[in-house]
């Protein structure tokens, strides 16, 4: 049984189902993605849900309850991302009245994702399934269809991580890095994470030197305060010095809340809401007045 959320009416009400649960699967998943332009398959390989990571905008409803780290079955992730890609050539897939709502235009696999409840690189199996995705592809002839990792780049400098990077570059493929702040007080805030905001710079340099590198960042109101312009421009100072230092940066996305944060209902929840689209261009207005050349995309 498919695990469906009710449907708004919204004009993004498709964007904001992006359940990871899918039919009997526990690793593979589809989602109609705003940044990938159409169909993204997921692969989740932290379905244990441990991250380094505390974003206050993650959509991930963690247990109160310590979690055990599981291994990852590689062989069934095989199965069934193999199942679901095929479902998308023989367009079994649309007959599902989840996806009811989907224009045709949106009915394009454009990528298989490493994206789940965690930090997809933290997984030991990581570069195992890479080549595995990288295998199927060239196996369905799915030449057009990008492998993507979708990293908040802590772990970039691992050596079995750079080989699984180095893997998706071969097959038409991107690293979207999070870099949701300019400074460490506002990571603090934002990824509430213990590892150093300057290892997430020095990673992404370390990525970027090797292969074009698309940075994501989410753009929400904290507490009802939005990105405020001094760490706007910050990050932007941070952006310029990575290029100037040779980092190849494809694109921004600027992008906003979507989905409910997994904590919106603990009485600590320091409210994450959606900032408006005009809150997005003058960000992206203040990127181009430093970087004219720089392909901003907004979310």
């Known amino acids: 049984m498919t695990d469906k959320t009710p449907q708004s009416g919204k004009p993004l009400a498709m964007y904001t189902r992006h359940s990871r649960k899918w039919l009997h699967n526990r690793y593979v998943y589809p ?45 069934l992730v095989q199965a069934e991302l193999r199942e679901l890609l095929e479902s998308v050539s023989d367009r079994t897939l649309w007959q599902d009245d989840f996806f ?98 300057s290892r997430i710079i020095e990673n992404i340099l370390l990525a970027g030197l090797k292969q074009p590198i698309v940075i994501q960042t989410m753009v929400a109101s904290v507490g009802s305060v939005p990105f405020p312009i001094t760490e706007q421009q910050a990050y932007i100072k941070q952006v310029k010095t990575l290029m100037d230092q040779g980092c190849q940066i494809l694109r921004i996305q600027l992008y906003t809340v979507a989905r409910e944060p997994g904590e919106s209902h603990q009485p600590d929840f320091c409210d994450v809401q959606a900032v408006d689209k005009g809150h997005l261009q003058d960000f992206k207005q203040r990127i181009h007045s430093v970087l004219p050349n720089l392909q901003v995309d907004l979310f």
């Open 100 to 197: 009811a709502d989907v224009p045709a235009e949106k009915r394009v696999l454009r990528d298989i994702a490493f994206s789940g409840d965690a930090e997809p690189t933290s997984s030991p199996s990581f570069l195992e399934v890479v080549q595995l995705a990288a295998d199927l592809k060239v196996s369905m002839g799915l030449d057009e269809v990008k492998l993507v990792v979708i990293t908040n780049a802590t772990l970039l400098s691992r050596d079995q991580v750079a080989k699984g990077l180095s893997i998706i570059q071969e097959h038409q493929g991107e690293i979207w890095a999070k870099l949701d702040a300019g400074t460490q007080g506002y990571y603090k805030v934002i990824n509430r994470a213990v590892i150093p905001y």
């Open 31 to 75: 989602v109609i993605s705003r940044r990938s332009g159409g169909l993204s398959i997921g692969i989740n390989l932290n379905p244990d849900k441990i991250c380094n990571f505390g974003c206050v905008y993650c959509q991930v409803q963690r247990a109160d309850e310590e979690a055990s780290p599981q291994p990852v079955d590689v062989a």
